[in-house]
């Protein structure tokens, strides 16, 4: 397994993989199939990112497939620009496997190197397996938001969560 900073060259492979990670994932915020991005815009996505100094987006390749993704979300406004969000996915397959580990891992070594001092996210309470994940890698959970999202015809709970660095 490689975890390593994406290329421009990967955009059409990581919207495959994202569209995918996205029919599997009952925890991913897009449904299946509303995600609408091609691989033009996702190649512009990730040059921007890669000049912006606070983004980025991490990959795992398993023989020379994309298994799981890390996107860095840096902010914008001169408040924000010490802090990324964060949103990870991984194909069903290969859940379990360490896979979120290295990408976390990975993730905390460049951030430092940024000079960035937060991490942060948002899980659905009942993604248990991520919620272990975060945690493990030293996430703590902040706070609650209520009625988050509606996932098949029911509101639904999110733990915001952060690492400061």
Do not use: C
């Amino acid at each position: 397994m490689i975890i390593r900073e994406i290329k421009v060259s990967d955009a059409e492979s990581l919207v495959r993989l994202i569209q995918q990670v996205e029919e599997e994932s009952e925890f991913m915020l897009m449904e299946a199939g509303e995600r609408q991005i091609t691989t033009e815009q996702q190649r512009t996505r990730i040059e921007n990112m890669k000049k912006s100094g606070n983004s980025t987006i991490f990959v795992a390749e398993i023989d020379n497939n994309l298994t799981g993704y890390l996107i860095a979300i840096g902010g914008t406004a001169r408040r924000t620009k010490h802090s990324v969000y964060i949103v990870i996915g991984i194909l069903k397959d290969y859940r379990g496997q360490g896979i979120g580990t290295k990408l976390f891992t990975r993730l905390e070594a460049w951030a430092r190197e940024q000079s960035l001092r937060r991490l942060e996210l948002t899980t659905v309470i009942r993604n248990e397996p991520g919620v272990a994940l975060y945690k493990k890698m030293g996430f703590e959970i902040e706070g609650t938001k209520k009625d988050s999202l509606f996932i098949d015809g029911e509101f639904v709970d999110e733990y915001y969560m952060s690492k400061l660095l």
